[in-house]
């Protein structure tokens, strides 16, 4: 029982997990569209030889085995890039161009590989707003323009798309079947990007060069290979969160059996409780009446200890039968009938009994028997019958008092009240 409400427990601890694993989530997501727009304002900004060597580095980047920056440098010629052929052109301004290009492009596709949802963010608005190819130079001479080969690696070229799935780890309605998952990597024809080929102010495709067909299929069979891969991961994954929900339910509907099965046998504890209640006050009523009529039948009247206390001296005048309830102990010589336990030892403090002084010195034996063991510091719950008379008794400063006392004569129960 108790395990099973930590399992409860920490069930709902990972339900609000989720809630803020999504808004994190959206975070990523918003950011990844926010550096593309970045992005693609800067990349629109360059001219001349530098814009050749952001172009190279942003074309190039993900291509296996590409020159770095000082190497496409060395070798820059300006009618290869788009700079004007007859412009002489800077390699220094290129070189430098092409690292500010990686030191902006690096964080990004480094937080593309690591972050769904940012890489999401980032594809999405790259679909909705492509980069478009910058100026060669402000100059008179027509550029020939040139533009990134792609927004990422290998993974972007064979993107996995899902098919109207709820965000992962979210706290949707989770499917009953894994939810389904296809690929879509489109072949390698070029450097152009898996978001659409980004067009240049001619209107033509760029294109940085024939790629041999052999380095097309090793891409190819390589992004093939990761996506496949990619797609067994999220089929798992899928499977997982499914498996975690239906455990989920399950936990879930064995809390709220238990829980209704305490509430029933709480209710049911409550009911018998209230009956044994009444039962007990039925048979003190039926009890209280037979002594009632016991009392009667001997003469007797019932008499509780206030009556006793306002009506003693007449009682004890008239030699008055009676019979009343009380605790019974005897404390040295002298015997006293006590309306509860509680005054009892209330009078082991105080001088002034709230008490009945009892006489059995001429009580029946069986009677006197009865009460052999209601010695201090036992009392005893007892019904005494008896007659009212006069007594004297000695207080605790020798002060001689004449008292009304119950001579008993009978006793109709006996019980230990300590």
Known sequence: MFKKTILAAVSTVALLSGAAAQADEAGSYAQGIADWQALQSWFASQTGDRAAGVNYWAANRNVP???????AASAYKPGQTGVDPKLPGDKTTFAAGCRDAKSRFDPIDDRRHADPQYRSGFADEAKRSPLQANAAAKTDQTPVTSAPSGTGDARDKADIKP????PVGTQAAHPAQPVPWQCNAPRMTGYNGPYGTIQGPTGQPFVMGPMPSIMAQEIDQRNQQQCQAALQEQREQAEKERKYYEWLDQQKKIAEAEQRERAKQAAEDARRAAEEQRQREANARAAAEQSRAADAAGGYKTTSFDDFQLDGKKLA???AKVAIKGVYAKDGETEWLYPSLAAYYASREEINREGVPVLTDDAPRG????????KFPQACAVRLRGKVTWC??????????????LAADDNSTTSSGN
């Open 367 to 374: 009677l006197r028997q009865s009460l052999l063991h209601c």
């Open 65 to 71: 085995g590409h020159g770095s920056c000082a190497d």
């Open 317 to 319: 005048d008239e030699e």
């Open 392 to 405: 004297t008794g000695t207080n605790a400063f020798g002060t001689h008092r004449t008292l009304p006392c």
């Open 163 to 166: 098919v109207e799935a709820p």
